[in-house]
């Protein structure tokens, strides 16, 4: 998980939307203490991980929404574009030719 690593995460962000001035202050303490045991109790908890999966599904669908309007010789275009532009690596780790 990002917060052993020290970064905020998704489900964090949405706990914050959730919660009280008060208990903003105290999820800033824990993890400025890198206490992210504590902090993913909280996160559990809370039931925002309900709310994250929920919100993972809509932007699937939203994006398939998306991809489905292309032809698919334009869609076959547009993951190879996206593949050289994000220099992907074969399962070797060797760049992509």
Known sequence: MNLLNGYPTYP????????SAKEKDHLAELFREGNAEEIVKLIEKSGVIDACVT??????????????KFRPDELRNVLRLWMEGNKIKLDRGEPSQ
């Not at 964090?12 to 919660?19: G, I, V, Y």
């Not at 993972?56 to 998306?66: D, N, S, V």
């Open 12 to 19: 964090l962000a949405k706990l914050l939307e959730h919660t």
């Open 55 to 68: 919100d993972a599904e809509r932007y699937a669908e939203k994006g398939y929404l998306a991809v489905a």
